[in-house]
C-alpha cells in the first residue's frame, strides 16, 4: 500500500501549466519527454489521453487535501478518517473506490475508469489493436484479455464499504448524482463544487477546473462585491410599495367583507320570509286536517258505538242460548230484545261526509316560476273546502270589490224601497175608498175588505224586509270572513 501511495504521489506529481488564478485548463499539461504509456517520444505515442487528465484531476484535487491537517501521532477519529480515505481513493477518478479490480502489477482502480482507459485505447488507434494495456500508476504492460477477467479485490472492496458505513460526518459534501463521492472539485465554468467522477465521465469533461482554495478566495470576493451592492437595494422603495399594497389589501378586503354582509342580510332576510311563508301554508293544511276530523270523527264514533252494541248482543244471545231455566231465559230474551231494539232503531250514519279537504291539481312545480320579489305571495290554491264551492280563477279582488259594495248599497235602500211600498199601499187604499163611496152601496165594507187584505200584504212586506236584512248582514260576515282567510285584499 505505501509503494502504491509512493508511485501514486510520483505520477501526480507533473505540473500543469496554470492559468491566471490557478486554474487548470483542460489539455494544458506540460509536453513530457518521454510518453507516460509507451516511453517513446509523444509524436510517437499512441497512448490514451485519459492519463493527462487523471494527472490534472489529481492536482485539482491535491490542492483540496493540502487544506487537511498534517498527519500528527495522536490524531483525532476524524482525521483518521481522512487519511484513511487517502488510501482508499482511485488514483483516476479521485473517488473512493468503486468495484476495485487489481492490476498484475498489484495496483488498483476502479472497474469503470479502468474501462474508461481500454476504450481511449481503442478509439486512439484506429489501425491496428493494442496489443498490451499499461498501469497508470507504474507503467507495466499486462495482456488485454478485458476489464472482467481481472481480479476483484474483495479486501479492499469490503475496506470501502466499512468504511461507509462508519464514517460519521465527512469533511466534504457528497455528491448527489455519484452516492458516496465528495465534492471536492471546483467546476469554474459552472461554478459549482463536483466530485471526481462528474469530471471524468459526466457534464464536466471539457470544462474549466480549479483547487477549492482558488475557488474560495475567488468566491469571496465576490461574495463581498454582492454583498456590497445588496447593502445599496431600493429597500426604502420596496417597503413603500409594501405598505401601498398591504392598505389596498386591507381596503379590499373591508369592501368584500361590507358586501358579503349585505349578501348575508339579503338571504337572511329571504330565508325569513320563507320560513314564515312556509308556516303559514303549513298551518292552512293543519287547518284542513282538523275540518277533516271535524267532519269525520262524529261519524267515525257513531259507527264504532254501533258495532260495540251488536257485539254486545252477540255477547247476551251466546250466554243465554243455552240456558234451561224459563225464568233466567225470559229475562235475558227480554234484554237482548231491547238490545236489537236499539240497534234497528238507530240510524247508520252516512258513509260520505259532505267536506272535500284536497286541493284538486295541487302541484308545488306551479311555484317554480314565481319570482324572489314575489315570494311573500306564495299560497295555497283558493278553494273553500268547508262550503264546498270554488272561487273562479278569473274572479279577480276588483270584482270582490264591487261585490261588497253593492250589498252595502243594496242594505242602505232596502228600507226606503219597502216604506215606499208601503205609501203606495195606503195611497191606493184611500182612492179605493174614495172611489167605492162615489159608486158602489157597499163600497165601506169592500173597502175595508180591501184595506184588511192591503194591511197583510204590508205586513208580510215588512217581515220579508226584515228577513232580507238578517240574510244580508249574514252574507256581508261570511264574505268578510272569507276574505280574511284567505287574504284576497
Known sequence: MQ??????TSAAAQTPFPNSGGEVQSGALAPPSRCLWTGEAPAACAGPSLSSESVRLRQAAGSSRALRPA????ADPQDVMELLEEDLTCPICCGLFEDPRVLPCSHNFCKKCLEGILEGNVRSVVWRPPPLFKCPTCRKETPVTGINNLQVNYSLKGIVEKYNKIKVTPKMPMCKVHNGQPLNIFCRTDMQLICGVCATRGDHTKHVF????????QEKRAFETLFQGFETWRCGDALSR??????????????????SDKVKEFFEKLQHTLEQKRNEILSDFETMKLAVMQAYDPEINKLNTILQEQRMAFNIAEAFKDVSEPIIFLQQMQE???KIKVIKETPLPCSSVDINPTIKNFDTSQWDGIKLVDVDKLSLPQENSMLN???SSVFSHKCIVTSLICLFILAATRMTFVESVFDNLQYWKTQLFTIGSSYLVDTAEIADHA??????MTDGASLLSEKCKNYTLVVLDNVAQFVCKYKLL
Open 389 to 391: 264551492f270554488k272561487i
Open 3 to 8: 509503494r502504491a501511495q509512493a508511485t501514486r
Open 210 to 217: 480549479c483547487s477549492i482554495e482558488d475557488a474560495y478566495s
Open 336 to 338: 237482548f230484545r231491547e
Open 242 to 259: 409594501l405598505d401601498t399594497l398591504e392598505t389596498s389589501k386591507r381596503k379590499a378586503l373591508q369592501m368584500l367583507t361590507k358586501d
Open 71 to 74: 498527519r500528527r501521532e495522536a
Open 451 to 456: 184595506v184588511f187584505y192591503w194591511e197583510q
